[in-house]
């Protein structure tokens, strides 16, 4: 039996909003990412554009699942070895860095959840192969979704384009469900199988967020109880969309004029909602 709920189309236009907005902070957030600003610095002004812009609110800020303190800040920041859950503060980004910025914002009670690589001055040649096969990695999971695929065709797709190019995938976190709530099911494994797992119908919306690392897969947790770095210290990228499965396909709702292109093997008709 399947706990995943299926949203309404009042839902599914919530959602749109919601997922266009978390899009937009990223889309300002952009120029302001250089050698010297402070993280601390990046999750203030997102936090300033999101209460005073767009009267959203930044649904990380307390957010307290069981077994965590609350989350401290409006966004993560998740620089090189950072895995996920980076949390803004004194750390300045010096050239070579490469840095995950994740939003998630709350719209009239909805969330959009999404993130993207962002590199300081000159990244090394490592790091842009590794986002770009990480970013490959989303769009070819993104592209399996439709009604009667599997959760497994997406795992299996990450998984695959990542361990061609050498890289693992991060096993201990995954996509998730979301709408009126952050985090729902189904978790969306970023490795698996074909045919396997929950079958898709229209009207599901979850994200596809691939955590990829340059060398091994395993994870340390920092002392903050929130940092998750490479245990090898390998660098580490991540992007993330939430996505709605439509009756043909799906329809990414984390999109925004300032949205970087989808990979060329992503067809008008494919992505056609
Ligand atoms: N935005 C992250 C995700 O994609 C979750 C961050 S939880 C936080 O699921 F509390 F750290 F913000
Ligand atoms: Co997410
Ligand atoms: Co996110």
Redesign the pocket.
Known sequence: MSSITLKTPEDIAGMRIAGKLASEVLDYITPFVKVGVTTGELDRLCHEYMSNVQGTIPAPLNYCPPGYTPYPKAI?TSVNDVICHGIPGDKVLKNGDVVNL???VIKNGYHG???RMFFVGEASILARRLSEITYECMWLGIAKIKPGAYLGDIGFVIQQHAEKAGYSVVREFCGHGIGKVFHEEPQVLHYGRPGTLEKLQAGMIF?V?PMINAGRREIREMGDGWTIKTKDRSLSAQW?HTVLVTETGYEVLTLSAGSPAAPDFITASSAAA
Do not use: A
Request: proline letters at 0%; glycine letters at 0%.
């Open positions: 993560c994740d939003i998630t959840d999404t993130s994200t967020e993330e």
